[in-house]
């Protein structure tokens, strides 16, 4: 990619992990590790690699994406008001009542969201029934699916895998969040989910696995992954859960915060200081 585009798709990532936080401290509390890890990912996927029209949500020609670890929802929405699906003041409605911005993806009330999530592990089903109508369609566009590596415990998300690759869908991109930690707790103490970039290749994935934070990375991965003709295809994350600011990083009960104490607010004005300047 050209720096100015890789300068662009920075500060798009930036503002991501801003407003993510900003609203979820407003709640007071939310899923910011798993949010934050996807934020690199999301600005790709907007700032260059989907097809969309944020002024027509239901365009029948655009890419869709199915976020199936819903509970990073405020990231899906601070891309989709960055990128103009909606105004950035929703943002601070978060979890309110009568809010068109749930805590989970809902796709009967937010504009640009395509698949209603956060039931783990449904996302991974739903993703490869929307692949299956547009290629019978005879539809080019592309499905991205987002899934968490906790998720990936759930039995329905394999069952998934195995009907796209038998089926060769490979114009659904599977994209593996591997942040290695879950509600509880780390993936290898919880569930050891072993190797995933070879478990995906057993299941009969072209399989890439790649830094979560390396936009170039990332991007040069999608490109990949689109010339595939033959095979269905995954690119397994490597990112740290509360990736971008090192704060939330290095918190061990990162899954949900609690904006409880003066402490965690002060480390969070400072952490949303440094990440301004990525904006400038």
Not at 107 to 124: C, E, N
Not at 184 to 189: F, Q
Not at 263 to 276: K, P, S
């Amino acid at each position: 990619m050209e720096k100015k585009l890789v300068a662009e798709l920075e500060a798009l990532a930036a503002k991501i992990r801003i407003n993510s936080i900003e609203a979820i401290r407003k709640v007071g509390s939310g899923h910011i590790g798993g949010a934050l890890s996807i934020a690199d990912l999301l600005a790709v996927l907007y700032g260059k690699q989907m097809v969309y029209d944020p002024r027509n949500p239901h365009w029948e020609k655009r890419d869709r994406l199915v976020l199936s670890k819903g509970h990073a929802g405020p990231a899906l929405y601070s891309t989709l008001a960055a990128v103009g699906f909606f105004p950035e003041e929703w943002l601070w409605t978060l979890n309110e009542g009568g809010t068109k911005l749930p805590s989970h993806p809902d796709r009967t009330k937010t504009p640009g969201v395509d698949a209603t999530t956060g039931s783990l592990g449904q996302g991974t089903s739903l993703a490869a029934g929307i692949a299956t109508g547009l290629k019978l369609q005879g539809s080019e566009n592309y499905v991205y699916l987002i899934v968490g590596d906790g998720e990936l415990n759930e039995g329905q998300c394999w069952e998934a895998f195995q009907y796209l690759a038998h089926f060769k869908l490979n114009h659904c991109i599977v994209i593996i969040d591997e942040n290695k930690k879950q509600l509880d707790g780390t993936t290898e103490e919880i569930l050891n989910p072993f190797d995933l970039t070879r478990k995906m290749q057993a299941f009969g994935f072209a399989t890439q696995k790649i830094k979560g934070d390396d936009l170039a990375a990332i991007d040069q991965a999608i490109e990949e992954a689109k010339k595939v003709e033959d095979q269905a295809v995954c690119i397994v994350l490597d990112t740290i859960k509360g990736q971008g600011v090192k704060f939330f990083e290095e918190m061990e009960a990162n899954h949900s915060v609690k904006f409880n104490s003066e402490a965690v607010q002060q480390a969070t004005d400072q952490a949303l200081t440094e990440l301004r300047k990525g904006c400038e």
